[in-house]
């Protein structure tokens, strides 16, 4: 009867989880959130020490956690706009399109100004890896400099893993607005969805981190906003895949005078193909009067 028990319940809560059911992604497992520093515009990464306990518990990813900046050498010329290899195509797989708004010239604009420490992931600072099967800096692909960062599974066989890579940032309490920019590079092997769920502000899902992790109803790929008390909004979940490079842009604006981390990531389960994605040029641009 036990038994009977724990399966209906299982079964329910993936019914509920492709429904909209809160999708709990990574265990903190012990690491602390920064507190809110209005005051301190500076992009700021937490330090505390975590454990590698299960699939989908928080840990460091080996040189990539370090405080060490050692930058690769770039190659010399325009920019790279390297392919993610070591994946095979998916039987079936569309490639995935989502409407981006063109980025704004935020460089030229007076009071406006970059946030996120090693934007380019030319150095092992700044970003913080976690999962099961953490994020890792890719010399395979890049779409500038010499190299990006791998979430997700791109070689072997699938298994139930997170796996996500964030960092903690200042949003000035002046800031006119907040955006966040980045470079992705989606791939599945399993039937990609051409649906990509984009979140703007007031239609943004939620979850919370600090209550463990549950399993979710199918790959994904996702960015999040997650706030000092872990909880966290959407602002993107999909299951895409790409042939090239794609820019996204996502509005902060509401975040002004708090603290929040960027979390991106990719859930694989243990059916059907691999799913990945490479980030690269992660960028928040705030503009204060």
Same mark, same amino acid.
């Given at each position: ?66 405080? !060490?900046?050692?930058?690769? /050498? =770039?190659? +010399? *010329?325009?920019? @790279?706009?390297?392919?993610? #290899?070591?994946?095979? &195509?998916? $039987? ?9 708004? !063109?980025?704004?010239?935020? /460089? =030229?604009? +007076? *009071?406006?100004? @970059?946030?996120?420490?090693? #934007?380019?992931?030319? &150095?092992? $600072? ?15 692909? =890049?779409?500038? *400099? ?144």
């Amino acid at each position: 009867m036990k038994t009977l028990r724990v399966f209906v319940g299982c079964g329910l809560c993936c019914v509920l989880l492709t429904s909209g059911c809160a999708f709990r992604v990574l265990e903190p497992a012990g690491e602390m959130s920064p507190a809110a520093s209005p005051q301190q515009a500076s992009p700021a990464t937490p330090t505390p020490t975590s454990t590698l306990d299960q699939p989908v518990s928080a840990a460091q990813a080996g040189s990539g956690s370090t405080e !060490a900046t050692t930058t690769p /050498e =770039a190659t +010399a *010329g325009a920019p @790279q706009q390297a392919t993610p #290899s070591g994946q095979a &195509e998916g $039987a079936g797989a569309e490639q995935s399109q989502v409407f981006i708004p !063109a980025f704004g010239q935020y /460089e =030229a604009q +007076a *009071g406006c100004r @970059q946030i996120v420490l090693n #934007s380019s992931m030319e &150095e092992d $600072a700044a970003w913080r890896f976690v999962g099961g099967k953490p994020a890792r800096y890719d010399l395979n692909a =890049a779409h500038s *400099g010499a190299r990006s960062i791998l979430a997700g599974l791109d070689a072997g066989r699938p298994y139930h893993i997170y796996s996500d890579v964030r960092q903690w940032l200042n949003i000035p309490p002046k800031a006119i607005t907040a955006t966040l920019r980045l470079w992705w590079y989606p791939r599945t092997e399993e039937q990609a969805s051409r649906l990509i769920e984009r979140c703007t502000r007031g239609n943004c899902p939620t979850g919370d981190l600090s209550a463990g992790p549950l399993p979710a109803a199918h790959d994904l790929q996702y960015v999040l906003a997650v706030r000092p008390d872990w909880s966290f909004e959407w602002l993107l979940r999909a299951k895409a895949n790409a042939t090239q490079w794609q820019p996204l842009e996502f509005d902060l604006t509401r975040y002004a005078g708090r603290t929040i981390a960027v979390q991106l990531g990719v859930y694989n389960d243990s059916r059907g193909g691999l799913t990945s994605m490479s980030v690269d040029d992660v960028e928040v641009w705030v503009c204060e009067p």
